[in-house]
């Protein structure tokens, strides 16, 4: 039943991600990685069909406070710029997941050339 659950839940965030402006997806990383100007905004670790984890980038903050949580590292390889990875995905409520992958892609706009940023937003 819970694997039922993880792979509906994937095809809620695929649909999410890829409604967000200019979103592209590859296979990379033993997952589906979504940019926004070749730029990673998040990426769904997969096990088969089954959600593995989801990581994300996000602010100062919410680096601080979100690994307090059992469920949630810092994720390994991109922590250093203020990436997260929610293993555990009942830690977080689907609503939740969806909002901060939202700020995640908004983060990773902010730091493109001004002129890119008005193509995508």
Do not use: N
Request: aromatic content about 10%.
């Amino acid at each position: 039943m819970l694997a039922l659950v993880a792979y509906m839940l994937l095809d809620r965030l695929k649909y999410f991600a890829l409604s967000l402006p200019r979103t592209t997806v590859v296979k990379q990383w033993g997952g589906l990685v979504y940019k926004v100007a070749d730029k990673m905004f998040v990426l769904v670790v997969l096990d088969g069909e089954v959600i593995d984890g989801v990581i994300f980038k996000c602010t100062p903050g919410e680096f601080d406070e979100l690994p307090q949580i059992d469920g949630i590292t810092q994720a390994p390889y991109c922590a250093k710029r203020l990436w997260v990875r929610v293993g555990d995905l009942s830690v977080l409520p689907e609503k939740e997941l969806l909002t901060r992958i939202r700020r995640s892609f908004d983060l990773v706009v902010a730091k493109l050339p001004k002129k890119m940023q008005a193509t995508i937003l």
